[in-house]
């Protein structure tokens, strides 16, 4: 049986979505997401999404395979994609605010009128153990602490949004060898569940600029709890204002870390590109 699909991105972060609302299980397995986010032999993403049933009384269940057939807990740009999608899927009985399962907990993306989306991203997590990360003791925050990495020290400050960020702050982001820096951070021994890392020159504190090497995804345009994580690193070392706008290769996403809640959200935007049909 052929499999429908759709292609969305978020500023340049590309997913391939799948309607998988009849069964639980994802109808693509793990390796057959690294050939279909392949390049060149494949249709080519960042990781591929799947809209499952609901849980628990949410409407629906966010799964993500990463390019590299990892699965991570969470998914920014993607959930942003997902709302778009699922809308589209409705119909007329599409929604303005949906309550996503995922493994990071329940997120809501709100279709805003403006065409953008905007989502309640949860409360960050700061321990060393919540990361995961051995940088510091495990009931410990990780802020402006120095890990060794490709012949350097790096000031980072580490967060997750159910999955782990790894923020530097530099002067230049455009000299970061990320092709050569990344991975080194993604496979540091400091990182038992591997991590997200994010390089990031402050602007002005309300404006920052981004590039990230994406756990089981590599160089990408855009990381959407990556910008997240990055505005809460900047809270906490006095560098950002709780409302930042984050810039990043494809464009920008606004972040607010509420004082009140504790909650994040992110404001961005998300397309549609073409559906297809994948054929054995
Ligand atoms: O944590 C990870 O393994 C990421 N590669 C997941 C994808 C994150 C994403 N880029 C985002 O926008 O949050 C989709």
């Not at 996503?100 to 279709?111: D, F, K, M, Q």
Request: hydrophobic fraction near 40%; aromatic fraction near 6%.
């Amino acid at each position: 049986m052929p499999i429908e699909f759709t292609k969305y991105h978020g500023l340049g972060n590309d997913f391939i979505l799948i309607d998988n609302r009849h069964s639980s299980e994802p109808v693509v397995t793990p390796e057959q997401a690294v050939v279909l986010c392949d390049r060149h032999f494949g249709i080519g993403a960042d990781g591929v999404i799947f809209a499952l049933p609901g849980q628990n009384g949410t409407d629906y269940t966010m799964r993500i395979f990463n390019s590299d057939g990892s699965e991570p807990e969470m998914c920014g740009n993607g959930i942003r994609c997902l709302a778009k999608f699922i809308a589209d899927l409705e119909g007329s009985e599409a929604k303005t605010l949906y309550r996503i399962h995922t493994a990071a907990g329940v997120i809501s993306p709100e279709l805003r009128s403006d065409g953008q989306v905007k989502v309640d991203m949860g409360v960050p997590r700061l321990l060393a153990a919540e990361i995961p990360t051995t940088l510091a003791p495990p009931d410990a925050k990780v802020i402006d602490v120095a890990i060794a990495v490709a012949d350097k020290s790096w000031s980072v400050t580490c967060v997750s949004m159910g999955n782990p960020h790894c923020i530097t702050f530099v002067d230049d982001v455009s000299a970061i060898d990320l092709e050569t820096v990344g991975p080194q951070f993604e496979h540091h021994p400091a990182f038992p569940q591997r991590t997200n890392t994010e390089f990031i020159q402050v602007i002005r504190s309300d404006y920052v600029k981004m590039r990230v090497w994406e756990r089981g995804a590599g160089v990408t345009l855009a990381c959407g709890t990556g910008a997240c994580a990055t505005v809460v690193a900047g809270v906490l070392t006095g560098k950002c204002d709780r409302t930042t706008a984050v810039e990043l290769p494809g464009g920008v996403l606004q972040i607010e870390w509420s004082e009140v809640s504790g909650r994040i959200y992110m404001t961005g935007p998300a397309q549609r590109v073409f559906t297809g049909l994948i054929s054995h």
